[in-house]
């Protein structure tokens, strides 16, 4: 069983599109990380959410924690082709705390 | 800043066959991490080193996986004999300290087992 579910599992758009990502659980989390992984290259932290409920913007890209904070969600405006890759959601856990990553997000954007 | 540096970038074996994997973490972190990233799926921690010493190998398969951090700088992965299900993508990450400290991963080594 895993921890994070993310879904969908994989997402093909065309440029210009809109979408949302889901990161789901049912523990709660102090605090919640979203990862974009490029082909060939390790994943780079995007933004890390604390508050439940918070909304925070990276440019195009909307991330929102739960209230509870045991999801969260990634909202793409206007996809681009440059925003291909795999969306992770991470938190941190276990005994010695380390970070858990989700199952991941494939997202291509076609031009 | 320079960033985490592995080595090499692709290599093929046959199973049984043994391999290693190098990992340069960024200059002053003193916490390295080991990832498996199986194709489409989330990196899985293997092992995480806190300055040369071993804080959590739960997750490595100590039986044909090792690792080792020997002066708390680099790092390497050796894995004796393969198996076919071995085939992934190695990654390794370096955080300033323990805790929710951000990683900063490198661009991993990708392994095919013939």
């Known amino acids: 069983t895993q921890l994070l579910e993310q879904s969908p599992q994989f997402l093909s758009i065309q440029e210009g599109e809109n979408l949302t990502v889901y990161c789901n659980s049912s523990?709660?989390?102090?605090?919640l990380q979203w990862y974009r992984q490029e082909p060939g290259e390790g994943p780079v932290l995007l933004v890390t959410?604390?508050?439940?409920?918070e909304v925070k913007k990276l440019k195009r890209l909307t991330f929102q924690f739960g209230d509870a904070r045991k999801d969260s969600s990634l909202h793409i405006t206007a996809a681009q082709p440059g925003d291909t890759g795999l969306y992770l959601c991470a938190v941190f856990g276990g005994a010695t705390n380390k970070l858990i990553f989700g199952t991941g997000t494939l997202l291509a954007v076609q031009p | 800043e320079a960033g985490v540096a592995q080595s090499p970038r692709y290599k093929i074996i046959e199973k049984r066959q043994s391999v290693a994997f190098w990992c340069n973490p960024i200059?002053?972190?003193?916490?390295l991490y080991w990832y498996q990233q199986i194709l489409g799926q989330g990196p899985k921690l293997l092992i995480q080193f806190q300055n040369n010493g071993v804080v959590d190998d739960s997750q490595l398969p100590k039986d044909r996986f090792s690792a080792e951090r020997l002066k708390g700088v680099d790092s390497t992965l050796k894995i004796q004999p393969a198996k076919l299900e071995d085939s992934a993508v190695y990654l390794c990450a370096s955080s300033l300290g323990m805790g929710n400290q951000p990683q900063h991963f490198g661009d991993g080594t990708r392994l095919s087992i013939l």
């Open positions: 959410v604390v508050t439940g409920g």
């Open positions: 200059s002053g972190h003193a916490t």
């Open positions: 523990s709660v989390f102090s605090s």
